[in-house]
């Protein structure tokens, strides 16, 4: 079979399986357990990485190795990061619009008080949530309702630069309402990038709340040039349901079984239990669905 020039091994066997987003689809879901879903992905950025891809990387483990970049977001509990989404959009980073969506989606804005927010945005009245926040506004009773000192924290302190290496470290957020607010901000900044692969993990993690689940789709809508990996040790619907590829590590046998059951792999030979450092490559076309097995390159 014929590869694009940005297809990757995958799996080692006789004959090797290649990843190839033009041809499987440019998200790869990998799905395993303890770390390897995190080899996984250092070894997918790796790969892109020779091909000189950017690389935006959310690791809510804390141990994605920091070479090679240049930009390291730190999301701590209560520490400055630098994350305020309209601060952004007054920097040009977003677009205004975009930071008054993200807001109505952390703090729960009906249309029109987005649509308020924006306008005084867009009038200068507005250049950070606290402002917002202390506009004296309907809409900054109802952020109020659920802003936190947290919140806060995360918002406050100089702006990243965004660099074309990205890695938002979140092992220091045990909010997962901070963790997800961060993923979904720089999501929101770097989902018109192309020529990059975005790597997440634990991608079922980040994407459990409201506020995380809206920033999946702003990086897996499907862009020429840009590969996205979602590693997850969990098996959940919002992950297994996304169109893709899906590489199955080492997991429980009946974890494995709902794995191939979401994909469509029919009961039989085709699946076959994956043992440590053994992978299974489930994808489909109009017609079909595959399935090749070997061992992992990682």
């Keep these: 079979m014929k590869h694009s020039r940005i297809a990757i091994k995958i799996i080692d066997a006789e004959e090797p399986v290649f990843y190839d987003p033009v041809f499987h689809g440019r998200t790869l879901k990998v799905f ?10 250092e070894y997918v950025v790796s790969a892109y990485r020779k091909l000189d891809y950017g690389t935006i990387v959310f690791d809510t483990e804390g141990s994605f190795p920091r070479e090679g970049f240049d930009t390291i977001i ?3 509990d209560g520490s ?3 994350l305020d ?6 920097r040009g980073v977003l677009d205004g619009y975009t930071a008054a969506t993200i807001v109505q989606t952390a703090y729960g804005l009906d249309r029109v008080l987005t649509e308020r927010l924006y306008a005084d945005f867009m009038r200068g009245k507005v250049r950070s949530v606290p402002e917002a926040l202390s506009s004296g506004e309907k809409y900054a009773e109802v952020i109020a309702e659920s802003y936190t000192p ?5 918002f406050s302190g100089d702006a990243p630069e965004f660099g074309r290496n990205v890695l938002v470290d979140l092992g220091g957020a045990y909010s997962i309402t901070v963790a997800s607010l961060a993923f979904l901000i720089v999501s929101a900044v770097v989902r018109h990038r192309r020529k990059t692969v975005v790597a997440v993990n634990d991608a079922a993690v980040l994407a459990y709340t409201e506020i995380g689940s809206a920033a999946v ?9 840009r590969v ?12 297994m349901n996304l169109s893709g590829p899906t590489l199955v590590l080492y997991h429980e046998p009946d974890t494995q079984s709902v794995i191939y059951e979401a994909n469509g792999v029919p009961p039989g030979p ?11 490559f489930v994808y489909r076309t109009p017609e079909t669905i595959n399935v090749e097995w070997g061992e992992v390159p990682f």
């Design 150 to 154: 947290l919140d806060e924290a995360l």
């Design 217 to 225: 789709p702003l990086i897996t809508k499907p862009l020429r040039g």
């Design 85 to 90: 989404p309209i601060t952004l959009a007054s």
């Design 32 to 41: 395993g357990m303890d770390d390897w879903p995190a080899k996984a992905l």
């Design 270 to 280: 085709m699946r076959r239990y994956v043992q440590k450092d053994e992978g299974a």
């Design 74 to 76: 730190e999301v701590r």
């Design 80 to 82: 400055p990061a630098g």
């Design 228 to 239: 996205t990996v979602l590693g997850t040790n969990y098996v959940v619907d919002s992950i």
